[in-house]
């Protein structure tokens, strides 16, 4: 595993950036659980896991609402652009921001990918599924690691707990 990319100044600029309260169900907790996930499907599955880290603080961090709202994806992955390009933030190779940007752009649209970054990523943020009353359906997961029953269990344990905090 390598060194992580992320660091102080990047989560404070995105959370500075996230529109919604700090307790929404796609926020800061549910970007750190979408990267423990994540981190723990790469051990098995090889994914990029700079990609995955930038995925795990990326993905929704342009959300308007927690509801509907299917350009959030988008938005997301153009926001990386930004970093990368404009604002010279992103520890990444410009075929890793590729990689960012299609995690990031795609994730809204529940596909299934056989690239194990690309898998790993949706997996990781699926898994975190019932903080929202979602059950984790592995026929809707991309990489066998994230169908594995303990890892489901392991991931939806964590989901209940911050949901348990925060929400009941």
């Not at 549910?30 to 994914?47: D, Y």
């Not at 059950?135 to 594995?148: G, M, W």
């Amino acid at each position: 595993m390598s060194e992580s990319v992320l660091y102080p100044r990047l989560i404070k600029d995105l959370c500075a950036i996230f529109e919604l309260d700090d307790r929404s169900v796609h926020g800061p907790a549910h970007w750190m659980r979408v990267r423990a996930n994540g981190l723990a499907l790469a051990r098995h599955t090889g994914a990029n896991t700079r990609v995955l880290e930038l995925f795990a603080v990326f993905h929704d961090s342009c959300r308007e609402n927690d509801w509907t709202d299917p350009d959030h994806g988008p938005r997301a992955a153009a926001l990386a652009e930004y970093f990368f390009y404009e604002e010279k933030m992103l520890l990444c190779s410009e075929d890793e921001l590729q990689l960012l940007v299609y995690a990031c752009g795609g994730h809204t649209y529940g596909g299934i990918s056989s690239d194990p970054t690309i898998g790993t990523c949706w997996d990781a943020d699926r898994l975190d599924l019932p903080r929202v009353g979602i059950t984790v359906d592995p026929n809707l997961l991309c990489t066998d690691a994230a169908k594995d029953a303990s890892l489901i269990h392991w991931a939806e344990d964590r989901a209940f707990d911050w949901r348990g905090k925060f929400w009941l």
